[in-house]
Protein backbone atom coordinates (compact mmCIF):
# COMPACT_ATOMS: atom_id res chain seq x y z
CA UNK A 1 0.00 0.00 0.00
CA UNK A 2 1.20 3.41 -0.89
CA UNK A 3 2.76 5.31 2.31
CA UNK A 4 0.71 8.34 2.17
CA UNK A 5 -2.73 6.40 1.86
CA UNK A 6 -1.31 3.78 4.68
CA UNK A 7 -0.59 7.04 7.02
CA UNK A 8 -3.60 8.69 6.62
CA UNK A 9 -5.53 6.32 8.61
CA UNK A 10 -6.75 6.31 11.64
CA UNK A 11 -5.36 3.09 14.11
CA UNK A 12 -9.37 2.35 14.56
CA UNK A 13 -10.32 2.82 10.70
CA UNK A 14 -12.17 -0.28 9.59
CA UNK A 15 -9.98 0.08 6.52
CA UNK A 16 -6.72 -0.10 8.26
CA UNK A 17 -7.97 -3.41 10.37
CA UNK A 18 -9.13 -4.61 7.19
CA UNK A 19 -5.49 -4.67 5.54
CA UNK A 20 -4.16 -5.68 8.55
CA UNK A 21 -6.39 -8.57 8.78
CA UNK A 22 -5.60 -10.11 5.24
CA UNK A 23 -1.90 -10.59 6.17
CA UNK A 24 -1.40 -9.91 2.36
CA UNK A 25 2.32 -7.87 1.33
CA UNK A 26 1.99 -5.31 -0.88
CA UNK A 27 3.39 -5.87 -4.20
CA UNK A 28 4.26 -3.68 -7.06
CA UNK A 29 2.03 -5.64 -9.58
CA UNK A 30 -2.09 -6.11 -10.31
CA UNK A 31 -3.80 -3.14 -8.56
CA UNK A 32 -7.25 -4.61 -6.45
CA UNK A 33 -9.59 -1.90 -5.55
CA UNK A 34 -12.26 -2.00 -2.78
CA UNK A 35 -14.86 0.08 -1.59
CA UNK A 36 -15.45 0.81 2.05
CA UNK A 37 -17.52 3.38 3.77
CA UNK A 38 -18.03 5.05 0.25
CA UNK A 39 -13.91 5.31 0.08
CA UNK A 40 -11.76 3.94 -2.41
CA UNK A 41 -8.82 1.90 -1.16
CA UNK A 42 -5.92 1.05 -3.69
CA UNK A 43 -4.15 -2.31 -2.18
CA UNK A 44 -1.84 -4.03 -4.78
CA UNK A 45 -2.14 -7.82 -5.19
CA UNK A 46 0.47 -9.65 -6.74
CA UNK A 47 0.90 -13.00 -8.90
CA UNK A 48 2.56 -14.24 -5.71
CA UNK A 49 -0.93 -14.38 -4.00
CA UNK A 50 -0.93 -17.69 -5.75
CA UNK A 51 1.60 -19.37 -3.39
CA UNK A 52 -0.60 -21.68 -1.10
CA UNK A 53 -3.13 -24.69 -1.39
CA UNK A 54 -5.32 -25.00 -3.06
CA UNK A 55 -8.57 -27.28 -3.31
CA UNK A 56 -11.78 -27.76 -6.38
CA UNK A 57 -14.98 -26.62 -5.31
CA UNK A 58 -16.58 -29.48 -7.40
CA UNK A 59 -14.91 -33.20 -6.58
CA UNK A 60 -14.68 -34.90 -10.20
CA UNK A 61 -14.55 -31.95 -12.26
CA UNK A 62 -11.04 -32.59 -13.43
CA UNK A 63 -10.54 -36.38 -12.93
CA UNK A 64 -11.54 -38.99 -10.77
CA UNK A 65 -9.81 -37.55 -7.56
CA UNK A 66 -10.15 -34.61 -6.05
CA UNK A 67 -6.73 -33.31 -6.60
CA UNK A 68 -4.87 -30.76 -4.46
CA UNK A 69 -2.90 -27.74 -6.02
CA UNK A 70 0.39 -26.49 -4.28
CA UNK A 71 1.48 -23.35 -5.98
CA UNK A 72 4.83 -21.49 -5.94
CA UNK A 73 5.59 -18.33 -8.28
CA UNK A 74 8.62 -17.25 -8.86
CA UNK A 75 9.89 -13.65 -9.52
CA UNK A 76 10.52 -14.29 -13.05
CA UNK A 77 6.91 -15.50 -14.09
CA UNK A 78 7.78 -18.61 -13.82
CA UNK A 79 5.16 -21.38 -11.65
CA UNK A 80 6.33 -24.74 -10.17
CA UNK A 81 4.54 -26.78 -7.29
CA UNK A 82 2.71 -30.20 -7.40
CA UNK A 83 -0.88 -32.08 -8.07
CA UNK A 84 -1.35 -34.67 -5.44
CA UNK A 85 -3.98 -37.57 -5.09
CA UNK A 86 -4.17 -39.95 -2.57
CA UNK A 87 -1.34 -42.20 -2.84
CA UNK A 88 0.42 -40.18 -5.96
CA UNK A 89 2.32 -36.93 -6.63
CA UNK A 90 2.92 -34.96 -9.90
CA UNK A 91 5.35 -32.28 -10.65
CA UNK A 92 3.94 -29.43 -12.56
CA UNK A 93 5.00 -26.12 -14.15
CA UNK A 94 3.84 -23.35 -16.05
CA UNK A 95 4.08 -19.36 -16.39
CA UNK A 96 2.46 -16.47 -15.51
CA UNK A 97 0.96 -13.19 -17.12
CA UNK A 98 1.88 -10.82 -14.13
CA UNK A 99 -1.13 -8.50 -14.49
CA UNK A 100 -4.53 -8.26 -15.11
CA UNK A 101 -6.01 -6.70 -17.67
CA UNK A 102 -6.49 -2.81 -17.20
CA UNK A 103 -10.00 -2.91 -18.93
CA UNK A 104 -11.19 -5.68 -16.90
CA UNK A 105 -10.63 -4.00 -13.41
CA UNK A 106 -11.62 -3.70 -10.27
CA UNK A 107 -11.62 -7.47 -10.50
CA UNK A 108 -9.74 -8.49 -13.70
CA UNK A 109 -7.64 -12.03 -13.70
CA UNK A 110 -4.77 -12.62 -13.53
CA UNK A 111 -3.88 -14.86 -16.62
CA UNK A 112 -1.73 -18.13 -16.15
CA UNK A 113 -1.21 -21.86 -17.09
CA UNK A 114 0.82 -25.14 -16.02
CA UNK A 115 1.09 -28.79 -17.40
CA UNK A 116 1.40 -31.94 -15.26
CA UNK A 117 2.33 -34.87 -16.48
CA UNK A 118 0.78 -38.40 -16.06
CA UNK A 119 -2.25 -39.03 -13.99
CA UNK A 120 -3.17 -40.79 -10.74
CA UNK A 121 -6.32 -42.12 -13.44
CA UNK A 122 -5.49 -45.48 -15.02
CA UNK A 123 -7.17 -44.69 -17.88
CA UNK A 124 -5.54 -41.76 -18.63
CA UNK A 125 -2.35 -42.33 -16.52
CA UNK A 126 -0.29 -41.77 -19.95
CA UNK A 127 -1.19 -38.49 -20.65
CA UNK A 128 0.05 -35.08 -19.59
CA UNK A 129 -2.99 -32.18 -18.26
CA UNK A 130 -2.41 -28.47 -19.50
CA UNK A 131 -4.40 -25.84 -17.70
CA UNK A 132 -5.22 -22.10 -18.39
CA UNK A 133 -6.58 -19.75 -15.64
CA UNK A 134 -7.36 -16.86 -14.05
CA UNK A 135 -6.85 -15.97 -10.73
CA UNK A 136 -9.43 -13.63 -9.39
CA UNK A 137 -7.81 -11.92 -6.45
CA UNK A 138 -11.44 -10.08 -5.23
CA UNK A 139 -12.94 -13.44 -4.82
CA UNK A 140 -9.53 -15.57 -4.09
CA UNK A 141 -9.74 -18.31 -6.56
CA UNK A 142 -8.85 -19.98 -9.82
CA UNK A 143 -11.09 -20.31 -12.83
CA UNK A 144 -9.20 -23.11 -15.29
CA UNK A 145 -9.59 -24.43 -18.39
CA UNK A 146 -8.22 -28.00 -18.56
CA UNK A 147 -7.54 -30.38 -21.95
CA UNK A 148 -6.06 -34.12 -21.07
CA UNK A 149 -3.54 -35.18 -23.87
CA UNK A 150 -3.65 -39.02 -23.63
CA UNK A 151 -1.02 -41.03 -25.41
CA UNK A 152 -2.53 -42.60 -29.08
CA UNK A 153 -1.31 -43.76 -32.16
CA UNK A 154 -1.40 -41.03 -34.90
CA UNK A 155 -4.53 -42.51 -36.22
CA UNK A 156 -5.90 -41.97 -33.08
CA UNK A 157 -4.80 -38.48 -31.96
CA UNK A 158 -8.77 -37.50 -32.63
CA UNK A 159 -9.41 -39.57 -29.63
CA UNK A 160 -6.69 -37.75 -27.23
CA UNK A 161 -7.69 -34.86 -25.67
CA UNK A 162 -10.84 -34.94 -23.30
CA UNK A 163 -11.74 -31.04 -21.53
CA UNK A 164 -13.21 -29.64 -19.28
CA UNK A 165 -13.23 -26.76 -16.31
CA UNK A 166 -12.54 -26.67 -12.75
CA UNK A 167 -12.27 -23.78 -9.50
CA UNK A 168 -10.01 -23.63 -6.96
CA UNK A 169 -10.54 -21.99 -3.68
CA UNK A 170 -7.57 -21.27 -1.55
CA UNK A 171 -7.49 -24.31 1.53
CA UNK A 172 -7.96 -23.11 4.93
CA UNK A 173 -3.99 -22.50 6.39
CA UNK A 174 -3.11 -23.06 3.06
CA UNK A 175 -0.31 -20.69 2.58
CA UNK A 176 3.28 -22.46 1.80
CA UNK A 177 6.11 -21.63 4.21
CA UNK A 178 8.56 -22.35 1.60
CA UNK A 179 8.38 -21.82 -1.85
CA UNK A 180 8.31 -25.35 -3.44
CA UNK A 181 11.27 -26.65 -5.56
CA UNK A 182 12.34 -29.73 -7.71
CA UNK A 183 12.11 -32.90 -6.92
CA UNK A 184 15.40 -34.39 -6.66
CA UNK A 185 16.53 -36.67 -9.48
CA UNK A 186 17.29 -39.85 -7.11
CA UNK A 187 13.90 -39.64 -6.71
CA UNK A 188 12.51 -39.60 -10.24
CA UNK A 189 12.12 -42.89 -12.25
CA UNK A 190 14.98 -43.26 -15.43
CA UNK A 191 13.10 -42.03 -18.67
CA UNK A 192 11.87 -45.19 -20.75
CA UNK A 193 13.48 -43.27 -24.00
CA UNK A 194 15.97 -40.71 -25.00
CA UNK A 195 14.50 -37.65 -23.58
CA UNK A 196 17.02 -35.15 -25.22
CA UNK A 197 15.75 -35.78 -27.98
CA UNK A 198 12.71 -33.28 -27.12
CA UNK A 199 15.50 -30.82 -27.04
CA UNK A 200 15.69 -28.60 -30.26
CA UNK A 201 13.83 -26.04 -32.19
CA UNK A 202 10.46 -26.91 -34.04
CA UNK A 203 8.01 -24.68 -36.34
CA UNK A 204 4.62 -24.81 -36.68
CA UNK A 205 2.49 -24.32 -40.15
CA UNK A 206 2.81 -20.45 -40.01
CA UNK A 207 6.36 -20.33 -39.00
CA UNK A 208 6.14 -19.61 -35.04
CA UNK A 209 8.61 -21.73 -33.72
CA UNK A 210 9.19 -23.02 -29.80
CA UNK A 211 13.05 -24.05 -28.46
CA UNK A 212 12.54 -27.08 -26.15
CA UNK A 213 14.94 -27.80 -23.83
CA UNK A 214 14.16 -31.11 -21.58
CA UNK A 215 15.96 -32.01 -18.66
CA UNK A 216 16.11 -34.78 -16.31
CA UNK A 217 14.02 -34.24 -13.88
CA UNK A 218 10.80 -34.49 -16.82
CA UNK A 219 10.37 -30.34 -16.93
CA UNK A 220 10.63 -28.26 -20.13
CA UNK A 221 12.19 -24.75 -20.15
CA UNK A 222 12.76 -22.19 -23.36
CA UNK A 223 11.10 -19.83 -25.59
CA UNK A 224 8.11 -19.17 -28.01
CA UNK A 225 8.71 -16.82 -30.88
CA UNK A 226 5.65 -16.35 -32.57
CA UNK A 227 8.05 -14.36 -35.77
CA UNK A 228 11.24 -16.20 -36.12
CA UNK A 229 14.23 -13.91 -36.22
CA UNK A 230 12.89 -11.20 -34.13
CA UNK A 231 14.15 -11.54 -30.53
CA UNK A 232 10.97 -8.41 -29.41
CA UNK A 233 8.64 -11.53 -30.02
CA UNK A 234 10.46 -14.38 -27.58
CA UNK A 235 8.65 -15.58 -24.45
CA UNK A 236 9.84 -17.98 -21.82
CA UNK A 237 7.70 -20.90 -21.66
CA UNK A 238 7.57 -23.60 -18.44
CA UNK A 239 6.24 -27.31 -19.08
CA UNK A 240 6.74 -31.35 -18.73
CA UNK A 241 6.90 -34.48 -20.49
CA UNK A 242 5.92 -37.99 -19.65
CA UNK A 243 9.04 -40.16 -18.68
CA UNK A 244 7.85 -43.24 -20.61
CA UNK A 245 7.10 -44.86 -23.48
CA UNK A 246 3.18 -46.12 -23.20
CA UNK A 247 2.44 -49.39 -24.43
CA UNK A 248 2.89 -50.25 -27.76
CA UNK A 249 5.44 -47.29 -28.79
CA UNK A 250 8.40 -48.23 -31.11
CA UNK A 251 9.72 -45.09 -32.24
CA UNK A 252 7.67 -44.01 -34.66
CA UNK A 253 4.64 -46.67 -35.18
CA UNK A 254 3.47 -47.05 -31.75
CA UNK A 255 2.00 -44.31 -29.20
CA UNK A 256 3.19 -40.91 -29.11
CA UNK A 257 4.84 -39.62 -25.31
CA UNK A 258 2.57 -37.14 -24.09
CA UNK A 259 4.22 -33.39 -23.40
CA UNK A 260 2.75 -29.65 -22.77
CA UNK A 261 4.01 -26.19 -22.30
CA UNK A 262 2.80 -22.67 -20.84
CA UNK A 263 3.88 -19.03 -22.15
CA UNK A 264 2.70 -15.88 -20.15
CA UNK A 265 2.36 -13.56 -22.84
CA UNK A 266 4.45 -10.34 -20.91
CA UNK A 267 7.77 -9.43 -22.44
CA UNK A 268 10.02 -6.13 -22.44
CA UNK A 269 9.75 -5.49 -25.62
CA UNK A 270 6.46 -5.82 -26.38
CA UNK A 271 4.80 -5.30 -22.62
CA UNK A 272 1.75 -7.16 -20.97
CA UNK A 273 -0.87 -8.73 -22.94
CA UNK A 274 -2.84 -9.97 -20.02
CA UNK A 275 -2.88 -13.49 -21.52
CA UNK A 276 -1.59 -16.57 -21.13
CA UNK A 277 -1.53 -19.82 -23.48
CA UNK A 278 -1.08 -23.36 -22.92
CA UNK A 279 -0.40 -26.32 -25.59
CA UNK A 280 -0.92 -29.89 -24.55
CA UNK A 281 -0.07 -32.65 -26.94
CA UNK A 282 2.09 -35.79 -28.24
CA UNK A 283 5.29 -35.91 -29.62
CA UNK A 284 5.86 -38.98 -32.21
CA UNK A 285 9.19 -39.93 -32.91
CA UNK A 286 10.22 -41.25 -36.56
CA UNK A 287 12.96 -43.26 -37.63
CA UNK A 288 15.22 -40.20 -37.40
CA UNK A 289 15.06 -36.79 -35.98
CA UNK A 290 13.99 -35.25 -38.90
CA UNK A 291 10.79 -37.23 -39.01
CA UNK A 292 9.63 -36.05 -35.36
CA UNK A 293 6.56 -34.54 -35.09
CA UNK A 294 4.99 -32.87 -32.16
CA UNK A 295 0.59 -32.82 -32.29
CA UNK A 296 -0.70 -30.47 -30.03
CA UNK A 297 -4.66 -29.14 -28.51
CA UNK A 298 -3.89 -25.18 -27.50
CA UNK A 299 -5.57 -22.82 -24.87
CA UNK A 300 -5.59 -19.20 -24.83
CA UNK A 301 -7.04 -17.44 -22.41
CA UNK A 302 -6.96 -13.69 -21.79
CA UNK A 303 -7.74 -11.53 -18.25
CA UNK A 304 -10.92 -10.90 -18.21
CA UNK A 305 -13.88 -9.21 -15.89
CA UNK A 306 -15.03 -12.47 -12.99
CA UNK A 307 -18.29 -11.75 -15.17
CA UNK A 308 -16.38 -12.26 -18.71
CA UNK A 309 -15.17 -16.03 -17.76
CA UNK A 310 -17.59 -17.03 -20.41
CA UNK A 311 -15.24 -15.63 -23.21
CA UNK A 312 -12.25 -15.81 -21.65
CA UNK A 313 -10.97 -18.58 -23.27
CA UNK A 314 -10.84 -20.32 -26.73
CA UNK A 315 -8.97 -23.32 -28.48
CA UNK A 316 -7.30 -24.29 -31.74
CA UNK A 317 -4.70 -26.89 -32.52
CA UNK A 318 -1.01 -26.43 -33.23
CA UNK A 319 1.44 -29.35 -35.17
CA UNK A 320 5.42 -28.97 -34.71
CA UNK A 321 8.24 -30.27 -36.77
CA UNK A 322 11.76 -29.90 -37.27
CA UNK A 323 12.01 -28.21 -40.32
CA UNK A 324 10.97 -24.29 -40.99
CA UNK A 325 8.05 -24.02 -43.51
CA UNK A 326 9.37 -21.86 -46.31
CA UNK A 327 7.86 -18.22 -47.02
CA UNK A 328 5.44 -19.59 -49.80
CA UNK A 329 3.80 -22.19 -47.65
CA UNK A 330 3.10 -19.41 -44.83
CA UNK A 331 2.38 -17.24 -47.10
CA UNK A 332 -0.48 -19.68 -48.60
CA UNK A 333 -1.65 -21.06 -45.07
CA UNK A 334 -2.60 -17.49 -44.15
CA UNK A 335 -4.15 -16.81 -47.30
CA UNK A 336 -6.39 -20.38 -46.98
CA UNK A 337 -7.35 -18.64 -43.49
CA UNK A 338 -9.18 -22.00 -42.14
CA UNK A 339 -6.28 -22.95 -40.10
CA UNK A 340 -6.20 -23.40 -36.22
CA UNK A 341 -2.90 -22.49 -35.40
CA UNK A 342 -2.28 -20.31 -32.49
CA UNK A 343 -2.73 -16.73 -32.88
CA UNK A 344 0.00 -13.77 -33.30
CA UNK A 345 0.44 -11.36 -30.15
CA UNK A 346 -1.53 -8.72 -31.52
CA UNK A 347 -4.48 -10.83 -32.19
CA UNK A 348 -4.36 -11.94 -28.82
CA UNK A 349 -4.28 -8.33 -27.52
CA UNK A 350 -7.23 -7.51 -29.56
CA UNK A 351 -9.40 -10.68 -28.56
CA UNK A 352 -8.57 -9.36 -24.84
CA UNK A 353 -9.59 -5.73 -24.99
CA UNK A 354 -13.10 -7.05 -27.15
CA UNK A 355 -13.73 -9.54 -24.46
CA UNK A 356 -12.28 -7.49 -21.26
CA UNK A 357 -15.41 -6.47 -19.12
Known amino acids: MPTALRNSLAPGDMASQLIKATGRQAHSTAARY ?57 YLRGRIDPEPRPAARPDGGIAFGWTVS ?49 VYTRSRGGQLEEPIGSPEPE ?65 GSGKGVTLGWSVGWNNAANGDSHSASTWAGQVFFGGDPAGDVITTQWLL ?33 KAAGFGAAHPSVSEIVARGEKYAK
Open 34 to 90: STLQHTTILTTMSFNDLNGVWRTTDPGAAGDYNYVLELSAGTDGALSGYMRAPQALF
Open 118 to 166: RRAEQVVAESTTGFAAQYFPEADRIVAQWIIAESTTPAETWNSANVGSV
Open 187 to 251: AQAAAAYDYTRLTGTWYNELGSCVELAADRLFGLSGKYNSSVGEAASEYFLGGTFDRALAAGADG
Open 301 to 333: TVSTASTRVWASTNAGADVFRRTQPDAATVARV
